[in-house]
């Protein structure tokens, strides 16, 4: 069973309380690896690396790219097995890349990309929509090509 399905489920029938994310390592102002647990009937939790990447591209269009990897560890699945907290699963793997790029002073292009483990046809149908529904999310949130500047 891929762990990944019990967050959507919740997600979906509303089942599910607040989300904790807890910083772990930060290795730069862009770069974290962190926690996140959802509460609910089921705890999910997951560790995963978070990276920003701010470029200028060839043709001098600013470009910004949020970067994210759910992976597991051996360290991780060691602590897990001593603890063995049957009310906690734990996603192994997943991932997203979300890009935007200037395209000119009112416009911006934005490409998303997403890989995850599915238990079924109806899982990955309810998946695509979910993602569907954060690249409008993430894309509301970019209106203003101020958002895409450099990082540090």
Request: aromatic fraction near 10%.
């Amino acid at each position: 069973m891929s762990l990944l399905g019990p967050y959507f489920l919740l997600h979906h029938s509303g089942q599910y309380g607040s989300v904790s994310t807890q910083v772990l390592q930060q290795f730069d102002v862009n770069s974290h690896v962190m926690v996140t647990d959802i509460r609910g009937q089921v705890n999910v939790r997951y560790l995963h690396l978070d990276v920003r990447w701010s470029k200028i591209e060839k043709n001098g269009k600013r470009g910004v790219s949020y970067i994210a990897a759910i992976a597991d560890t051996k360290a991780n699945a060691s602590s897990r097995a001593a603890e063995s907290d049957a009310n906690v699963q734990w996603v192994h793997q997943s991932g997203y890349c979300i890009k935007f790029t200037e395209v000119n002073e009112t416009t911006i292009d934005v490409a998303y990309d997403r890989c995850s483990q599915c238990e079924s046809e109806a899982h990955a149908q309810l998946l695509f929509v979910d993602w569907a529904q954060v690249v409008c999310r993430w894309s509301q949130r970019m209106t203003s090509s101020k958002l895409i500047e450099p990082g540090q």
